[in-house]
Structures are given as structure tokens and as C-alpha cells.
């Protein structure tokens, strides 16, 4: 059974920094690109972040480029999204994805519980 554990969410002041954790279990995570995403209320999920199986292709959303670093210890089966600069509007509950092959889009194969974000202004 694949699992996602998403940790590392909390409340924050605007211009402070988080990093979100997210351990795979009950796949060969070595073999999956993982992404983050973000919903807040009423509107849709958003893409964040995505990195390669290997770590060596990294895209994000223009909305968190050079604020959010989005990395995996394939050792640990873990991803890690670094949050800094953090803004309002960041504010939403982020999931951590699976997939076989690298997206942008909230079509993966495997989803995390998700973990509330809030920045305060």
C-alpha cells in the first residue's frame, strides 16, 4: 500500500520560512518523480514544485520561483519542500505527489493527506 506523509505545516508570520517534509512508503521511490501541490479554499489545486526521479530536473511555479527549493534524499525516501519568504497568499493545504513520469499537472499517480500552510500578514 502506497502512502505519502506530508509534516511540516504550520502557522507563520509573512516573510518567514517553513520546510515541508513528505515520506514515501510502499513504492520504489527511486523510481518516481514527485511534486508538490497546493489547494486553497475554493479554488483549485496548483502546481508548486516537481523534481525528477534522480533529482537532476527541477521545475516550479512562477508564483514561488526563488522562494520555494523543492529537493529528495532518495536515500530516505523523502522529498522536502523549502518555503522561505513565505507570503499570504501562500496560504493552503500543499500535498505531496507521486508519478511515473515528471508533471506539472495534478494528474499523478499518488497523493498525500496534505498539511495546512498559513502565513499571517
Known amino acids: 500500500q502506497v502512502q505519502l506523509v506530508e509534516s511540516g505545516g504550520g502557522l507563520v508570520q509573512a516573510g518567514g520560512s517553513l520546510r515541508l517534509s513528505c515520506a514515501a512508503s510502499g513504492l520504489t521511490f527511486s523510481r518516481y518523480a514527485m511534486g508538490w501541490f497546493r489547494q486553497a479554499p475554493g479554488k483549485e489545486r496548483d502546481f508548486v514544485a516537481a523534481?525528477?526521479?534522480?533529482?537532476?530536473?527541477?521545475y516550479y511555479a512562477d508564483s514561488v520561483k526563488g522562494r520555494f527549493t523543492i529537493s529528495r534524499d532518495n536515500a530516505k525516501n523523502t522529498v522536502y519542500l523549502q518555503m522561505n519568504s513565505l507570503k499570504p497568499e501562500d496560504t493552503a493545504v500543499y500535498y505531496c505527489a507521486a508519478t511515473k513520469v515528471l508533471t506539472t499537472t495534478p494528474s499523478s499517480d499518488y497523493w498525500g493527506q496534505g498539511t495546512q500552510v498559513t502565513v499571517s500578514s
Open positions: 523534481i525528477s526521479w534522480s533529482g537532476g530536473t527541477t
